[in-house]
C-alpha cells in the first residue's frame, strides 16, 4: 500500500453539517484543493487551521469527486468526544473510535421482523428512487435506512442521506458494520434490521451501502454482492426480501446495459426465494417471484421533493431506466405491507 499525504492551511470553509466540513486548503500547489473533515473522527477545522489531509485517491483519480480526505488537524494538541458504549469501529486504524451500538443500548429489542418489507439495492443511487416510489404509493409509510460497510464507511458523506431525512421522507438510519454515523450504530447487517424495526417503529426497511460502490469488473469483485447476504438475512428473521434490481440504458459498459450482470449474481448467490420487480432482460431462478410492478414518473417524484441523484453521473434524462427500475422495487415493497406470508414459499420467526 502506498498511502499519500500533505499538509496545509485551511483558506474557506465551503460546507458544514453535523458530521462533515468541506473546506478548501492550500497543498502548495497552483491552487486551493478540496478537502472533508469527518468532524466525529477529527473534530471541526476553521479557516487559518493546518491539516494533514491524505491525497491518495484524489492522486489515483478514483471515485471521490475529487475530495481529499482531513486525518488531522495540526492546530490542536489533542481532542477527544466521548463515547457512548465500548464497541469499536475503524477497529485497528488510527482513527478507531468508541462508536458505541444500539445493540447495547437496546440489548431487548425483538429479533422478529414480522413481515416487515426489507428492499436491498447494490448502488447507493437507488436509494431515493426507492423510498420516493415506495411513499407514492404509500405516503403514511415509516421507512429506515441500513447503510452496510461495502462502500463509503461515513453516512455524513451521503448528501442524499441527509436531503431524505430532512424532508421527512426516512424516519432513522443505522450504520451496520464499520460504516458509522447514523442515528443508531449496529455491530452488523442482521442486528441493524432489527434495530430498524424496533427502535424507529420502520413498516419498510432499504439496505443499500453508502456511495462509492467497489467493482473490478469480474463477476464476483464487487461489494455490491453483499446484497445476497442481506436478503439472507432479511428472510432468516422473517421480513420479506426484495432486491431492487440495478438496470442501465445509458451505462456505456455492456456489463451493465439492461439489467447488470451484478444484480444477476445476486440472484444466483442468494440461498432464500425472494421477491425481483419484473424487467424485459430479468430471467431469474425458479426459485424467486417476479413481479409486474407498473412504473411511475421517478425522476418527477424525486423533482417534487428537490432531490437531484444522478447515477456514476447521469442524470434521469441519460439513463431512464436505471431510475425506473430501482423505483418498481419501492413500489412492489409498498404492496407487502401488512401482508403476513414472509417469503415466497418459506416462513420465518426470527430468533426469539
Not at 474557506?12 to 466540513?21: A, S, T
Not at 425483538?110 to 405516503?139: K, M, N, Y
Not at 464499520?178 to 432489527?194: I, M, R
Request: charge should be negative.
Amino acid at each position: 500500500m502506498s498511502p499519500a499525504y500533505r499538509s496545509g492551511p485551511v483558506t474557506e470553509i465551503l460546507m458544514e453539517r453535523p458530521g462533515l466540513q468541506r473546506v478548501l486548503v492550500d497543498l502548495g500547489r497552483p491552487n486551493p484543493e478540496r478537502a472533508y473533515a469527518l468532524t466525529a473522527l477529527t473534530g471541526p477545522v476553521a479557516v487559518g487551521d493546518r491539516l494533514v489531509v491524505n491525497t491518495t485517491a484524489v492522486d489515483l483519480g478514483l471515485g471521490t469527486g475529487g475530495w481529499h480526505v482531513v486525518h488531522w488537524n495540526l492546530a490542536r494538541e489533542a481532542w477527544s468526544e466521548p463515547g457512548a458504549g465500548h464497541i469499536m469501529k475503524l477497529r485497528y486504524t488510527s482513527l478507531q473510535v468508541d462508536s458505541g451500538t444500539a445493540e447495547e443500548a437496546h440489548p431487548d429489542l425483538p429479533t422478529d421482523l414480522g413481515g416487515t418489507p426489507v428492499v436491498v439495492g447494490t448502488v447507493h443511487s437507488q436509494l431515493p428512487c426507492i423510498v420516493t416510489a415506495a411513499l407514492e404509493a404509500r405516503p403514511d409509510l415509516r421507512i429506515a435506512y441500513v447503510m452496510t460497510d461495502g462502500a463509503s464507511l461515513p453516512l455524513a458523506l451521503s448528501d442524499l442521506v441527509a436531503h431524505l431525512s430532512e424532508r421527512g421522507l426516512i424516519v432513522g438510519t443505522v450504520t451496520a458494520g464499520q460504516a458509522f454515523g447514523g442515528d443508531a450504530e449496529a455491530v452488523g447487517v442482521p442486528s441493524a434490521l432489527t434495530i430498524a424495526r424496533h427502535l424507529f417503529d420502520a413498516d419498510l426497511i432499504v439496505v443499500v451501502m453508502g456511495p462509492g460502490v467497489v467493482g473490478t469488473g469480474t463477476r464476483l469483485g464487487t461489494t455490491s454482492l453483499e446484497a445476497a447476504a442481506c436478503l439472507d438475512h432479511a428472510a432468516a428473521l422473517g421480513g420479506v426480501p426484495i432486491l431492487a434490481v440495478r438496470a442501465s440504458s445509458g451505462d456505456p459498459r455492456p456489463r451493465h446495459r439492461g439489467v447488470s450482470h451484478h444484480s444477476l449474481t445476486v440472484l444466483d448467490l442468494v440461498r432464500s426465494p425472494v421477491h425481483v420487480p419484473a424487467h424485459p432482460d430479468l430471467e431469474a431462478p425458479d426459485r424467486h417471484t417476479v413481479h409486474p410492478v407498473p412504473d411511475l414518473d421517478v425522476p418527477g417524484l424525486l423533482a417534487a421533493h428537490d432531490l437531484r441523484v444522478t447515477t456514476m453521473g447521469r442524470p434521469p434524462e441519460e439513463d431512464a431506466d436505471f431510475f425506473l427500475t430501482a423505483g418498481r422495487a419501492g413500489t412492489l415493497a409498498a404492496e407487502f405491507i401488512g401482508e403476513t406470508d414472509p417469503a415466497p414459499g418459506a416462513a420465518h420467526s426470527g430468533l426469539d
